[in-house]
C-alpha cells in the first residue's frame, strides 16, 4: 500500500501565488517549464519516488551534482532517469516507473491507469476509488455535492 502524507502541503500549494511550489527533484517537468501543475504531474513525482527507493544515489534523481535550482530545473527536464538500478527480476516495475517518469506529461501513464498495475493495486478498493476521483469524484472517495 502506498500512503502519501502531505503534511498540508496542498493547503499551501493551492495559496501559492508566485513562482513554482514544490520540492525540487520532484517537480514534474512541465511545471519546470509553464509554471502550472498538471494531474500526471503527481505522477511523476511518485516515480521519482519509486526509483528514489530502489536507488543507490541518496543525493537524489534529479538533485545529484546539482549546484542551484536552476541546475535541478535543467536536470529535471533533461537527464534520463537511471532505470536501470532497478533489479532485473522486475521487469514490469522498471516499465512501470518509467512511464511515470516520461517527460512528456500527456504520454506519461495516469493514476488511473497507474493504479492498475500489480506493484501499485493494494486492491480493487483502491482502484475503484481512483478510477471514481479521475471521473468526478471528489479527491477524498465521496462524491462532489452539486
Not at 500500500?1 to 513554482?20: L, N
Not at 501543475?37 to 516515480?47: E, L
Not at 519509486?50 to 535541478?72: C, K, V
Not at 533489479?87 to 493514476?111: E, F, T, V
Request: aromatic share 6%; hydrophobic share 35%.
Amino acid at each position: 500500500t502506498i500512503v502519501i502524507v502531505d503534511a498540508g502541503f496542498a493547503q499551501a500549494a493551492a495559496d501559492c501565488t508566485g513562482g513554482i511550489c514544490g520540492t525540487p527533484g520532484y517537480i514534474p517537468p512541465e511545471t519546470w517549464m509553464t509554471g502550472h501543475w498538471y494531474p500526471k504531474g503527481d505522477c511523476f513525482s511518485m516515480g521519482v519516488v519509486m526509483l528514489q527507493l530502489l536507488s543507490d544515489n541518496p543525493e537524489g534523481i534529479f538533485t545529484s551534482g546539482a549546484t542551484s535550482i536552476d541546475d535541478i530545473r535543467a536536470k529535471t527536464c533533461a537527464r534520463e532517469p537511471r532505470l536501470e538500478q532497478i533489479p532485473g527480476k522486475c521487469q514490469d516495475l522498471h516499465s512501470l516507473i518509467g512511464r511515470l517518469l516520461d517527460k512528456k506529461h500527456p504520454s506519461r501513464i495516469s493514476a488511473v491507469d497507474a493504479v492498475r498495475n500489480h506493484w501499485l493495486a493494494a486492491s480493487q478498493l483502491a482502484a475503484e476509488r481512483i478510477a471514481t476521483n479521475a471521473a468526478g469524484g471528489s479527491e477524498h472517495g465521496r462524491p462532489n455535492s452539486k
